[in-house]
């Protein structure tokens, strides 16, 4: 699969998930994976796991504006750019976000998520 | 010097060069950089300075929000995202941006871009 497919597809499993199982998104992380998110720095799937299912919002709906992806490098890696929109319920206006990937390849032939930063734009 | 240092003072300098000399961003990459800006892929440094320098908008000046980093991997490079606004001479409004930085380190215990992924927001 060229790059920029193995990225869509991950970045529709990672929202979609997000938005209906956050707490299926452990399976995406693993031991060594960070994750920074409004600049809260988190290690390991089930610190990243306890950050994101207690996040002060529930019910909420991303919409993807862009995607980018580049190789990281000689280990395989891929990094992937994403902005959007985040529509939290109950809330009038979508407040926009950015989030960076960088994904690393499992032994499976999968990829799992090492480094992940997330920033609100409030746009 | 702290990941965060070095981050920050990347970051500040890669503006007020793209700001005051954009001709003198090509130092901070090489041979195997890519830039992604705003969906168009460009390779190489000289590549990477011609598409820069050839953007429809000269004066310019970037005011930077948030900037998050964490170490890439074995390899000892640097993720850096920064979100933040682009204000552009003549324009009433500001853009706001969001671009990632892939930070390798050079012999010289220097960092050069190796991947710079660039997306407004439309804020």
Do not use: W
């Amino acid at each position: 699969m060229e790059a920029e497919t193995v990225a869509k597809a991950f970045v529709d499993h990672y929202y979609s998930t997000f938005d209906t199982n956050r707490a299926g998104l452990g399976n995406l992380y693993q031991e060594n994976s960070m994750l920074t998110f409004e600049g809260i720095k988190t290690q390991g799937f089930q610190n990243i796991v306890a950050k994101l299912t207690s996040l002060p919002f529930q019910l909420c709906q991303h919409t993807i504006t862009t995607i980018d992806c580049q190789p990281s490098g000689p280990a395989s890696g891929m990094l992937v750019l994403v902005s959007g929109n985040l529509q939290l319920a109950g809330e009038q206006h979508a407040l926009k976000f950015g989030q960076m990937f960088h994904l690393m390849p499992t032994p499976q032939g999968s990829f799992y998520v090492f480094n992940d930063i997330f920033q609100l734009n409030y746009g």
